[in-house]
């Protein structure tokens, strides 16, 4: 596992948390590694308490998964897994704009200055995703997207979808990523279509909506068992 700078004191837990997150998201943790408490206290050099509490945030956010035997280890995940994560994402954001078609309070008004905001702030989001793309960016762009459907998500009112949806996502890309990292480029190969899907949303228009998400799922998918069976 590769060293990191001294930490301090005062953000210890958050940051210990954001640097194995990283490590998790860009793929360089491989799944399967176990490790426990005390490994990452020595690394850092720090007391096992705020190593504990980063990894069990981790363990609640799905990024890691919590091991009897070894105390912590990044998940594997087949590629059945990884269909049925897609499956499960298309349900979730298939009930969200039905609901929106159905006349969602947040979207009934084209005027609603609240709404407007938030998909604005969406928005920007989807913009970083797409340069992070561009530029073949695979971390940054994971984090942006992650960003993008996490606020998206809590337009709708739910705050148990917004964080069902959240973590399908996050499981979505620690599986994704072991395969995408085989790629020698990523730059432009990914999906982007986060601005088109605010446009279609801003528009009141699900079925725009549930075509992008669908081409969406489908390209990932499509990508992913491709380099699974290469």
Same mark, same amino acid.
């Given at each position: 596992?590769?060293?990191?700078?001294?930490?301090?004191?005062?953000?210890?837990?958050? #940051?210990?948390?954001?640097?194995?997150?990283?490590?998790?998201?860009?793929?360089?943790?491989?799944?399967?590694?176990?490790?426990?408490?005390?490994?990452?206290?020595?690394?850092?050099?720090?007391?096992?308490?705020?190593?504990?509490?980063?990894?069990?945030?981790?363990?609640?956010?799905?990024?890691?998964?919590?091991?009897?035997?070894?105390?912590?280890?990044?998940?594997?995940?087949?590629?059945?897994?990884?269909?049925?994560?897609?499956?499960?994402?298309?349900?979730?954001?298939?009930?969200?704009?039905?609901?929106?078609? #159905?006349?969602?309070?947040?979207?009934?008004?084209?005027?609603?200055?609240?709404?407007?905001?938030?998909?604005?702030?969406?928005?920007?989001?989807?913009?970083?995703?797409?340069?992070?793309?561009?530029?073949?960016?695979?971390?940054?762009?994971?984090?942006?997207?992650?960003?993008?459907?996490?606020?998206?998500?809590?337009?709708?009112?739910?705050?148990?979808?917004?964080?069902?949806?959240?973590?399908?996502?996050?499981?979505?890309?620690?599986?994704?990523?072991?395969?995408?990292?085989?790629?020698?480029?990523?730059?432009?190969?990914?999906?982007?279509?986060?601005?088109?899907?605010?446009?279609?949303?801003?528009?009141?228009?699900?079925?725009?909506?549930?075509?992008?998400?669908?081409?969406?799922?489908?390209?990932?998918?499509?990508?992913?068992?491709?380099?699974?069976?290469?």
């Amino acid at each position: 596992m590769p060293g990191y700078g001294a930490v301090t004191r005062s953000t210890l837990r958050q #940051q210990i948390a954001d640097a194995l997150r990283d490590e998790v998201l860009a793929g360089r943790l491989l799944p399967g590694r176990a490790f426990t408490v005390k490994e990452i206290a020595d690394l850092y050099g720090v007391s096992a308490t705020p190593v504990r509490e980063a990894l069990v945030d981790l363990s609640a956010q799905a990024l890691l998964e919590a091991d009897h035997h070894r105390g912590f280890r990044v998940p594997e995940y087949s590629l059945a897994d990884y269909r049925g994560m897609i499956e499960a994402r298309s349900l979730v954001t298939e009930g969200m704009f039905r609901v929106l078609g #159905q006349g969602h309070p947040a979207f009934a008004d084209p005027g609603n200055p609240d709404t407007a905001a938030a998909l604005a702030t969406v928005r920007r989001r989807g913009e970083e995703a797409q340069r992070a793309n561009a530029a073949g960016d695979l971390t940054v762009l994971i984090g942006y997207d992650l960003r993008f459907w996490r606020e998206l998500s809590v337009l709708f009112g739910n705050p148990y979808l917004a964080e069902f949806l959240h973590r399908l996502r996050v499981r979505s890309w620690v599986c994704a990523v072991q395969h995408l990292r085989r790629l020698p480029e990523v730059r432009g190969r990914l999906w982007a279509g986060h601005i088109d899907l605010v446009d279609a949303l801003s528009a009141h228009d699900p079925e725009a909506a549930r075509a992008i998400v669908a081409a969406a799922n489908a390209h990932a998918l499509e990508m992913v068992e491709e380099l699974a069976g290469g």
